[in-house]
């Protein structure tokens, strides 16, 4: 039997994994300043500029360390051993980042 070369269910944890990780780091692939249409590409900030969108960044950034990953693992460590509890991932994702954030709500 072929095994398959992508493993959505090893692209689903890496990618929760890493985007915590680099929200947490303040590492996006790049900023985006809709006031100017710029692009700031690394973790450099234009500072006069107005705010930044980071959030495509991250996702620039955690998705190819996800999908090295899911290429990498073989599908069957995740789908035998987590079978039942992939859905954690990105729900503990969502609370590790509203936690990060905690200080905008206090």
């Keep these: 039997m072929n095994r398959p070369w992508f493993s959505p269910a090893v692209f689903l944890i890496a990618f929760c994994c890493a985007y915590v990780f680099v929200f947490a780091m303040d590492w996006p692939l790049f900023r985006y300043y809709p006031l100017h249409g ?3 590409w690394g973790v450099r900030t234009v500072g006069s500029i107005g705010p930044a ?4 960044g991250l996702l620039c950034s955690a998705a190819p360390l996800a999908a090295i990953a899911a290429v990498i693992i073989p599908d069957r460590v995740a789908q035998h051993l987590l079978a039942g509890y992939l859905w954690l991932f990105p729900c503990v994702a969502v609370l590790a980042c509203a936690y990060l954030l905690r200080v905008f709500f206090a």
């Excluded at 969108?53 to 495509?56: G, I, Q, S, V």
């Design 53 to 56: 969108m980071t959030w495509y």
């Design 38 to 40: 710029d692009f700031s």
